[in-house]
């Protein structure tokens, strides 16, 4: 009679990533009080970008759906809020998201029907084409987008009225609305990694890796795709309605594919073949377009050799490389 | 061993097409409660189509297919798999980036309705992972758990992927040559290994071979075919006498 | 009724120029399995090639030379696309197809401010042929003569299409090459070779579409996006790796365009799309597709 193996428990525990992510979390809260406003205002950017990033990947890394239209739910996000403003003379943080996050519900759940049954190419090209779309109409309907000069946003009240944006609004970006991205961020983060390393979770790394043993488990696919699709479009949504009152104005340009690209380009550039590659890729990735945008005019074709490189040479992304790294250094001591 | 056993699937007078060539010609196939039927014919004699068909990943040109009286026709794979048939596959079909174990617990998951839960962590159910764990165990695989299912062995693979199709505790078992491209001396605990599952939890098996020794060693009954129809269907006994099966199959495989 | 045939000539147009795009995007899926997500890109190339030929280089020339120049655009996509994929493409065929498809977003991005960097971020125009052919009249209204000429290589292309697909040998090492690679491969076809001719035939096609539009409209930044965009409903409707769905997808497309832009401009665009969704809802092949 063998020793009874213990019970096999986690595909992951909550404990190593905490003990990973709390330190991180209070380094980030420190730095409006150490740093000066710009860094944590240029921060701020970079988390809100972690959020759709993150959103992203969960159709990319977890689903295997690589979504080159991902621009459109962050406009859709931010466009909601500066309709609030414009037609409902709204300036309450809390109602922006609600908005957002019921509009994304809205164009992703209708998108979603008609992409999630195709896959790879042809949910690519549609993805792209419907962002394409969307664009086009925030272009066309300029009497209620602004067409290209866009809407205006006001510096919004937080926490139901009680931090309001009246006095200096530097101040105001890189101290009270820099926490509330943070809170909103380490929630995203929070409930992102649940959904993976949920039932659903594995589902979805179950139809990426192998669809038909996936329909023969028992799992149904478009189901579970557009389900994975509407989640991830919402986070997406979220990060354009906390992107719109930083920028204090929306344009059409947020939901043109370019847009996309760079998205695309954040998360192969973090790793999305893991949970953090996005939120480092993203992060990395705003620091990285602040600095270069003043020394070229040519981004595109910058992103477009780094990703064709990325991809040709060091495809895990940061992330990968780095565990890779720290595998070798330690396999060696 | 006869007697009045229910049937459990019938199917009548099953059709599908290929371009110009009947696959499955009008077959009237059937599997009984509790037993463990072997699937015999020479490779195009339509086997794979016809667990195709029942299984749903096909959908018939004619006919009807009945699982415990009801017309599962035109149900989806996923109703079928409610209805109570699973399948493993001839050319392994897992989940490689998942562990053993994580590919047995996904199925329990999926059978218990419990893949749509997106905010609770699948660590934290300790009855689905006990279960997987027992599922394993009596398969053979316990000591694999951890391992990623893209790299235990061959023989281990078929037996993981049985193991996944029998997790959704279906009442019919469909294994597409479960012991191919295995070396000899494995084939037979393999078969140990699944016809004793099989067999102490009652459900039954429809097993494609196209090895005589397992199929002669283990079934209850078989049920030969021959582009496309069915040839033969009798014990093991009767269809070692019958003529043209011997003249059409048994003479032609490499077990004799 | 004039005005009818007016509407049917410029949706010929349009369907010309389509069918040229998409023809070329089916050709490459459905002999290589792939498809090049800067395919739209490449047909701007075209017409930025051929829009600085006429309209720059040869500016002072004249009308026979002008029209000899045209092919300039299609030839410079010819050989941008046998450049292209033994060094981009190959590497990723054994990969999985997400890295394919990066990699051919990148390129989009890269000739997108490729096209930027060469010529500048203004639209380049060849108008100088289109008005040296003049006009006619139709009814009372007038029309110009170059679109036949668009027109007319769009026809010919399709029938040179189907002749050198269905008729030449190279025609039948391409469709060996598409229905079965391994097996071709086994029979002796230079697999490497197919594939790096049906690419570059492919973006000829999608340069000639580029090369033959932009004299009656200038090359401008985004005109490849904005045709992969279009290209892509034709594609759907019509069947993806399919000549015929090309085709008839282009002349649906270009009809229902050329009523979208008369009498619902604002969403021509997403009334295409719905049309499209459509048609993939109720037969995701598309009309020829095969899956």
Known sequence: MSVPVPAPRTTASATRPLRIAVPIAVLLALVPLVLPPYSSILLAYGLVM??????????????????????????????????????????????????????????????????????RIFFGILTLALSQVLWSLAFKFFWVTGGTDGLRVPTPSLFAGLV???????????????????????????????????????????????????????????????????????????????WVPLNGLTTPDIMHWTFSGEIVFMTVLGGFRSFAGPIIGAIVFNYLKTYAVGYTVYWQLLLGAVLVGLVLSLPTGIVGTASRLVARFQGRS | MEGAKISLLITK??????????????????????????????????????????????????????????????????????????????????????????????????????????????????????????????????????????????????????????????????????????????KAPIMD??????????????????????????????????????LADGTPDEIRRNETVITNLIGTTEAR | MDVVLIHLLNSLLYASVLFLIAGGLSLIYGVMRIVNLAHGNIYAFGAYVTAWVIGSVAAGASAPVWLALLPAGALAA???????????????????EEYQLLCTFGLLMILEDLMRFIWGPYPLSASSLFESFGSFSVGESIYPTYNFLVIGVGAAAAIFLWAFIYRTKFGVVLRATSQNMRMASALGVN???????????????????????????????????????????????????????????????????????TWFAEIELAVLYLIAALVLLVRPAGLFGRP
């Not at chain 2, 067999?199 to 496309?228: C, K, L």
Request: charge should be neutral; include cysteine.
């Open chain 2, 13 to 186: 007078d099953l059709v599908k097409w290929f371009g110009d060539t009947h696959a499955v010609d009008h077959v009237n196939f059937t599997v009984k409660e509790s037993e463990v039927l072997a699937l015999i014919g020479s490779n195009g004699a339509g086997k794979t189509t016809l667990v195709n068909l029942i299984s749903g990943l096909f959908r018939p040109d004619g006919g009807q297919i009945l699982f415990r009286d009801a017309d599962v026709t035109k149900q989806s794979v996923h109703g079928r798999i409610k209805a109570g048939i699973a399948r493993s596959f001839q050319l392994v079909n897992l989940f490689d980036q998942l562990t053993a174990r994580d590919n047995v617990a996904l199925t329990i998951f999926s059978r218990e309705g419990k893949i749509a839960n997106l905010v609770a962590l699948a660590a934290s159910d300790s009855a689905v992972w006990d279960e997987a764990h027992e599922i394993l165990k009596a398969f053979g695989l316990e000591a694999k758990a951890r391992t990623l299912a893209g790299g235990v062995s061959q023989g281990e693979r078929k037996l993981l992927d049985v193991a996944v199709a029998y997790a959704l505790r279906p009442k019919l078992l469909f294994l597409d040559e479960p012991t191919s491209g295995v070396s000899t001396r494995e």
């Open chain 3, 191 to 261: 697999v490497n070779r197919v594939y790096i001719e049906a690419f570059t035939l492919g973006c000829f096609m999608a340069g000639l579409g580029g090369a033959i539009i932009v004299p009656s409209q200038s090359a401008v930044l985004g005109m490849g996006v904005d045709a992969l965009v279009l290209a892509f409903i034709v594609v759907v409707i019509g069947g993806l790796g399919s000549l015929e769905g090309a085709l008839v997808g282009a002349l649906i497309v270009g009809f229902v365009r050329e009523a979208g832009i």
């Open chain 1, 164 to 242: 309001t944006g009246a006095g200096d609004k530097i101040a105001f970006m890189s101290h009270a609305y820099y926490y509330y991205v943070l809170i909103t961020f380490c929630v995203c983060v929070a409930l992102m990694w649940v959904i993976v390393n949920s039932p659903f979770g594995m589902a979805l790394q179950a139809i990426r890796d192998n669809e038909t043993r996936a329909e023969f488990v028992g799992v149904q696919i478009w189901r579970y795709r557009w389900v994975a699709f509407l989640v991830s479009g919402v986070f997406t949504g979220l990060a354009g309605a906390l």
């Open chain 3, 78 to 96: 010819a050989v941008l696309g046998a450049i292209l994929e033994p060094t981009l493409l190959r590497p990723f065929y054994p990969r999985a």
């Open chain 2, 193 to 230: 290994t699944v016809t004793s599952v099989v067999r102490s939890t009652g459900i039954s098996a429809a097993i494609i071979e196209h090895d005589m020794d397992v199929v002669f060693n283990y079934s209850d009954r078989i049920v030969a075919m021959h582009q496309g129809a069915i």
């Open chain 1, 50 to 119: 972690a959020i759709g990033a993150l959103g992203f990947n969960l159709l990319l890394g977890y689903t295997g759906l690589l979504s080159f239209g991902h621009s459109a739910y962050f406009g859709v996000g931010a466009y909601a809020v500066a309709l609030m403003v414009k037609y409902l003379r709204v300036a309450s943080m809390e109602l922006f998201l609600v908005g957002a996050i019921v509009a994304s519900v809205l164009i992703t759940s209708l998108f979603g029907v008609v992409c999630v049954r195709y896959t």
